[in-house]
């Protein structure tokens, strides 16, 4: 059974600073990777998609990167900002299935 | 494109009332998925559809817990009798087959048993 841990649980920075969530995941064996964002209270927005034969996927200052043999994802955002604030979700599809498998997410607040 | 569209946005109810949720898949999607979200099990899969046909429903709790999917455009999550321990956020997805675009999420519906 698929497995996904997101290291750390929250995550507290200053304004403008560089940052990196980590993902794992206990089987290599992958269709894609999709990072989620969620807001208190919404649901939850898409922010990249990582195909398993893909290495990484870049939108404006988010850059997620995937290394499917050692199991493991990472979510970097540069500059960070105060509406960066959100619990970031990282999901796993297995290759066969259509299930989604979910990280607990990590906490992010970034200090003005 | 409206995304998915869920509704109610927030339901309380009373234990042992039926509870109905809804949910609009974007259109042209064939997958529909319907997970739950709580704060020490996190995002849960309960069921998902291909097709308007039923794949996998081993995430569905209990007896409780019914889903339909009639049409291509429309999905139900229903939950009869309701207990204090369903109480969630309960998300609707939907998928296009070539899943070059993941999965896109609704608002989902916060449901209350009290």
């Known amino acids: 059974k698929q497995e996904v841990t997101q290291i750390p649980a929250a995550l507290s920075v200053p304004e403008g600073e560089n940052l990196v969530l980590n993902c794992s995941f206990t089987d290599s064996a992958i269709y894609n990777l999709q990072w989620f964002r969620q807001d208190p209270g919404k649901g939850l927005t898409s922010l990249l998609l990582i195909q398993s034969s893909q290495r990484e996927q870049t939108s404006g200052r988010l850059n997620a990167s995937l290394d499917k043999s050692s199991g493991r994802s990472t979510l970097y955002i540069a500059a960070s900002q105060p509406g960066d604030s959100a619990t970031y979700l990282c999901a796993v599809r297995g290759a066969g299935s259509y299930q989604l498998t979910f990280g607990k997410g990590t906490k992010l607040s970034v200090i003005p | 494109d409206a995304g998915v569209i869920q509704s109610p946005r927030h339901e309380v109810t009373e234990m042992g009332q039926e509870v109905t949720l809804r949910c609009k898949p974007i259109?042209?999607?064939?997958?529909l998925f319907w997970y739950r979200q709580t704060m020490m099990r996190g995002l849960e899969l309960l069921i998902y559809?291909?097709?308007?046909?039923?794949?996998?429903d081993s995430g569905m709790p209990e007896d409780r817990f019914s889903a339909k999917m009639p049409n291509a455009s429309f999905s139900t999550l229903k939950i009869q009798p309701s207990e204090p321990r369903d109480s969630a956020v309960y998300f609707c997805a939907s998928s296009a087959g070539t899943d070059l675009y993941g999965y896109t999420f609704g608002s989902g519906t916060r449901l209350t048993v009290v």
């Open positions: 559809f291909n097709n308007n046909v039923p794949i996998d």
């Open positions: 259109s042209g999607h064939n997958s």
